[in-house]
């Protein structure tokens, strides 16, 4: 998902059930604008790439609703459903096109250019890609590939900062996720801002996602993807307590 973020793609909604029927929630308004590149994300996992030349809304009705001819349309809406059955967030990124690439005296479409080499590159399992297993290289890629050369520098002792936890639960470690308390909530960022998770160092681990529409209270879920997981399931266990603490509102440090 970082690779997404870092070329432009911002959060504008999400997909959520209500009484059985699905429904999209938009956070930001593109009706003005066509030619967008979207995403459909889990838990900070690149699951759909797509492409429209109509509106974003008129894009997402189709799956919603979408018709007895459509498969594509009644696949992701099965995929969709299944995710939120599961409690598992399901975001909309987008790529606006704003109309000013050009070759010459034409326009170049952003969302048909990029669309197929973004397929090809993440490989995203409801585009028709393999899912990952427990032999896939991905899974097993030493830790040290996600690790960063940058330092965050820290000011102040260690005792300045709050001290939580949280528990390993199975999700997080197979996932590469978790859930913020309620009463740490206030210290992180808001939703959709990255955050930079360091080591006790200060070395950068990774940046991960503050996502605050996966739990019904609003507490944030941060959502770290391939990366998170990898370096949960080799330092960590099931049903250990991670210590951690905020050294600011988007960075998370790793006692």
């Not at 009705?61 to 995929?79: A, D, R, V």
């Not at 299944?82 to 005296?105: C, K, S, T």
């Not at 996502?211 to 080799?234: C, D, E, H, Y």
Request: net charge negative; with cysteine.
């Amino acid at each position: 998902m970082d690779r997404l973020l870092n070329i432009g793609f911002i959060k504008i909604g999400y997909w959520t059930l209500r009484d059985g029927e699905l429904h999209y929630v938009m956070t930001e308004s593109f009706n003005d604008v066509c030619n967008n590149l979207y995403a459909f994300t889990c838990d900070g996992e690149v699951k759909y790439i797509g492409k429209t030349t109509r509106l974003l809304k008129t894009r997402m009705y189709n799956y919603k609703k979408p018709g007895l001819s459509q498969s594509t349309n009644i696949k992701n809406n099965e995929n969709i459903r299944e995710a939120l059955r599961q409690d598992i967030a399901v975001d909309i990124l987008v790529l606006p096109d704003n109309g000013l690439m050009h070759y010459g005296q034409f326009h170049l479409n952003l969302a048909a250019g990029l669309e197929d080499s973004i397929i090809k590159v993440i490989n995203p399992v409801w585009n028709g890609g393999s899912k990952i297993t427990a032999g896939d290289p991905v899974l097993n890629a030493d830790v040290s590939e996600c690790i960063f050369d940058d330092n965050v520098q820290i000011e102040g002792e260690h005792s300045a900062y709050k001290n939580h936890t949280f528990n390993m639960a199975p999700t997080y470690w197979k996932r590469g996720f978790f859930n913020v308390s309620v009463s740490s909530s206030d210290e992180f960022s808001h939703d959709g801002d990255t955050l930079t998770i360091v080591n006790d160092d200060g070395s950068v681990i990774l940046t991960a996602i503050i996502n605050r529409t996966a739990n019904k209270s609003g507490t944030p879920r941060i959502m770290g993807g391939v990366g998170l997981k990898n370096f949960f399931q080799k330092y960590y266990t099931i049903d250990q307590t991670v210590s951690y603490r905020m050294l600011s509102k988007n960075t998370l440090q790793l006692n």
